[in-house]
């Protein structure tokens, strides 16, 4: 199934993709399963395969608003520099690492597929980066690697959007450089696991105003889904509804000569074969 959520009268709903449009199962099941991460957390899957099942279209998809698939994830997690030739782009002789590197997303720091994204007032520096995303479906710590499929519920993606000259203002983290808000999206939807296999291949292509900037695939990922899933619930419990942002390819702005910074107007898309197409355009920072 392709699950999304959106926006509609102010209310968060959400729905699955069918011919012709999008189920509502908020009208159809919310009773039981109220939003996406509950029907995830509560093995509502087949409930909602069964709503979708016959009727049709409730919505035209073209006039949602749709929002990050998971609004509110417990817990977000991004991993760094975890496709290969990544570790050459910074260009500081390192050897590669043997764990991953991670750190946090807010989720006010993402919208949905569609929404803008904004480029900061403070900074020239607003950079893409395109990747995989897996979401968790079942509880779980400690999992070992050959245990770590069955967690997870599906995918979609992810425009990482950074801040690269706020990456640096502390000595330890980046956090600053990743949370500016609005800067970043997931979406459109999660396909879930059942109808694309998270072993994979997948591929990964960004483009900006239609130009490839990034392409590659998980076949070339340093850290794989199963290493993730293991390596985190190692320290933290993963619950239904987290979010694992996978790295991104080598191509991001940063590293072109001179850097190809976002501007507003430009059109980023975020796309995997399987999974579809996340796009965004940028515009200026909006005080609200």
Not at 71 to 81: I, Q, S
Not at 99 to 122: A, C, H, M, T
Not at 148 to 164: D, P, Q, Y
Not at 173 to 191: C, E, H, L, Y
Request: aromatic residues 8%.
């Amino acid at each position: 199934m392709r699950l999304l959520s959106y926006l509609e009268n102010e209310r968060e709903r959400y729905g699955a993709i069918v011919e012709g449009g999008v189920v509502d199962l908020t009208a159809r099941i919310g009773d039981d399963y109220p939003d996406l991460k509950a029907l995830i957390a509560r093995n509502g899957l087949s409930a909602a395969r069964e709503a979708a099942r016959g009727p049709s279209a409730d919505r035209d998809l073209s006039s949602l608003t749709l929002l990050p698939p998971i609004t509110a994830p417990e817990k977000l997690w991004c991993v760094g520099v975890n496709y290969r030739d990544r570790n050459a782009e910074y260009k500081d002789k390192s050897d590669l690492q043997k764990y991953p590197s991670l750190f946090v997303r807010n989720p006010s720091s993402v919208v949905g597929s569609g929404q803008p994204i904004e480029k900061p007032d403070v900074s020239e520096q607003y950079d893409y980066e395109g990747e995989l995303v897996i979401v968790i479906g079942e509880q779980g710590r400690h999992i070992p690697p050959e245990q770590a499929w069955k967690h997870i519920f599906g995918m979609t993606l992810c425009n990482e959007g950074s801040v690269r000259d706020w990456l640096h203002h502390g000595k330890f983290n980046v956090t600053q450089g990743k949370n500016f808000d609005r800067s970043g999206s997931i979406g459109p939807w999660i396909v879930t696991a059942d109808e694309l296999d998270p072993r994979g291949p997948h591929d990964i292509v960004t483009r900006v105003n239609g130009e490839t900037r990034q392409q590659d695939t998980t076949e070339r990922l340093m850290f794989t889904f199963d290493f993730l899933i293991s390596y985190l619930s190692t320290f933290a419990t993963l619950k239904p509804g987290d979010v694992i942002v996978t790295g991104t390819p080598t191509g991001a702005g940063a590293r072109f000569d001179p850097p190809r910074w976002l501007k507003p107007g430009d059109v980023v898309e975020v796309e995997s074969s399987g999974i579809g197409i996340l796009r965004n355009t940028v515009v200026a920072e909006r005080h609200m």
